[in-house]
């Protein structure tokens, strides 16, 4: 019986060693703050959801660390969209800087951020290098493989767009994506790649093969403005021997 009544209360202390009041306190706080922070983001208020939920985000309770990024996250995905949709791309990219800290080398924004400087701040060097970024992290991206060709394009400069255009050929069936890979993140690229592909076919020489890879293009996309562009002034132009 003695022994039966050391070792309870052996137990009974080990067990109040244990019993965290404050940290029950702390978890019920942080997570009526994540409550806050989660209506904040479905009330529309995207600024505040952000406020509520970045210094969540460095608590070391991963549960609450987790749902407090959720958060953040898709309150910067927002306010990144309304930066766009109001004509300030520069904003924008400061709440990328913020995404990326919460993510560092995440896909998407990372790829959304190499597009601002490349078609809205005109910015090149500064999109040719966050495009180098992924190539080093996503080496499979076609995305970013046609973001660098059209770039060298731009410059004037064929011969650097080849390879890129060349690689997203070969790694088509092992590529990777930011964006979902949907039927229209499919089009929207693949119209791209092949507006580019026919166009270097055109310029070293290869007329004929460049016609044809429209024609096939045009049939598989079906409709696409930029394809039947390129079809008509490939076939309004002389035509040299292949």
Avoid at 49 to 74: Q, S
Wanted: hydrophobic share 45%; charged share 25%.
């Amino acid at each position: 019986m003695r022994s039966e009544t050391t070792t309870n209360h052996r137990m009974a202390f080990i067990l109040k060693q244990y019993i965290d009041h404050e940290g029950v306190q702390t978890l019920l706080e942080a997570g009526a703050n994540c409550d806050t922070a989660n209506q904040y983001l479905l009330d529309g208020e995207f600024e505040l959801a952000l406020e509520a939920a970045l210094p969540l985000v460095l608590l070391e309770t991963p549960i609450i660390a987790e749902r407090a990024r959720d958060i953040a996250i898709a309150a910067l995905d927002e306010l990144i969209e309304q930066s766009i949709a109001e004509g300030d791309p520069t904003r924008a990219l400061k709440y990328f800087d913020q995404w990326l800290r919460l993510e560092p080398d995440a896909f998407y924004p990372l790829m959304r951020k190499a597009e601002i400087y490349q078609f809205d701040l005109y910015d090149l060097d500064s999109a040719w290098n966050t495009y180098l970024h992924i190539l080093r992290r996503y080496p499979n991206s076609i995305e970013a493989m046609v973001g660098m060709a059209q770039l060298a394009l731009a410059e004037g400069n064929p011969e650097r767009a080849y390879p890129y255009v060349l690689r997203a050929w070969q790694v088509l069936a092992k590529s990777q994506w930011a964006y979902t890979p949907s039927l229209r993140t499919f089009q929207s690229v693949f119209e791209d790649l092949y507006d580019i592909t026919t166009g270097l076919l055109d310029w070293l020489g290869a007329h004929e093969a460049a016609v044809h890879t429209v024609e096939q293009a045009l049939s598989t996309l079906e409709e696409s403005s930029l394809l039947k562009e390129r079809w008509r002034l490939l076939t309004e132009s002389e035509t040299p021997s292949d």
